[in-house]
């Protein structure tokens, strides 16, 4: 796989019509990511509505994530075409996609917790059924005597509090999260998103590295006013793992044995310079 120099000096160096190529090449890779999804979520809902029928529960319509979330990154196809920034080696744009997935997996994993909540509820039900009715010859027997001069009281299928809490939960948190995505937008979920994604070492490399056309990109986007904001919190990660490279070596010293103490110290502080140098020769890039 290229890296991004490479996909933006290939893309640089390309005409008109191979740019907008590349561009569609990059939203169909997306769209068929989101399509993944978006099977896995239909079959839940028609399974849901199937139980949820039969559980006499009233669950509404039940969003798809899959396609709000196709809907709203058209939208932001558009506002960058309009900006005139190339979505295909956009950095932006690609941390948009990466929050945009993580969203779509996240309610795909919830509407899946609430599909195996309600088919719990199914199974404790028909367990209580069979307990009754399917035991040995002298229980069944006894039953339908019972049941043949006293008629039966029907079996209760009212949800528990406890069960009703549980699906409503979930089903709130699912519809919270296609509310979300519904009123995505830069300022207000990415910025967050790809602050909290620093503190991940090989994430901070990259968005370092791409900073220059990251805010070129929310200049176009009249979001310019946004660039100290990840600079500030890049210092600050930068400063974490500086830390966490010293608590680690430091440890790595107190177990290294007297044998070589003075080439070892050496080796430490080389290793901790090392890693401040490269944080800083990223930075003025």
């Keep these: ?106 309610a795909s994993d919830t509407l899946q917790e609430y599909a195996a909540a309600v088919l719990d509820i199914m199974e404790k039900q028909d367990k209580e059924i069979l307990e009754k009715y399917d035991g040995n010859i002298i229980k069944k027997s006894f039953f339908k005597i019972k049941d043949f001069f006293i008629p039966p009281k029907p079996i209760d299928t009212s949800l528990s509090d406890e069960d009703q809490n549980l699906i409503e939960s979930k089903m709130k948190e699912y519809i919270q999260i296609d509310s979300q995505i519904s009123k995505y937008s830069i300022e207000v979920d990415l910025i967050p998103y790809i602050i909290i994604q620093l503190d991940d070492e090989a994430y901070l490399h990259k968005t370092i590295s791409v900073m220059k056309d990251l805010e070129q990109d929310l200049k176009k986007l009249d979001l310019g006013y946004l660039v100290p904001q990840i600079q500030s919190a890049i210092n600050d990660a930068m400063k974490r793992q500086i830390l966490i490279a010293e608590k680690r070596d430091a440890h790595k010293k107190s177990r290294k044995t007297d044998s070589m103490p003075s080439i070892y110290d050496e080796q430490i502080q080389e290793s901790v310079l090392c890693r401040k140098s490269a944080y800083a020769d990223q930075w003025e890039r």
């Design 1 to 106: 796989m290229k890296s991004y120099t490479d996909q933006l000096f290939i893309y640089k160096r390309a005409d008109n019509q191979m740019r907008t190529k590349y561009d569609e090449q990059y939203i169909n890779r997306v769209h068929e990511n989101i399509l993944q999804y978006n099977k896995s979520q239909v079959n839940l809902i028609v399974s849901l509505e199937r139980n949820a029928e039969i559980l006499e529960i009233d669950i509404g319509q039940i969003p798809r994530a899959t396609i709000t979330a196709n809907n709203k990154l058209v939208e932001m196809y558009q506002k960058f075409k309009s900006a005139g920034i190339p979505i295909s080696v956009s950095p932006l744009m690609d941390f948009l996609v990466n929050d945009m997935l993580d969203k779509i997996s996240k």
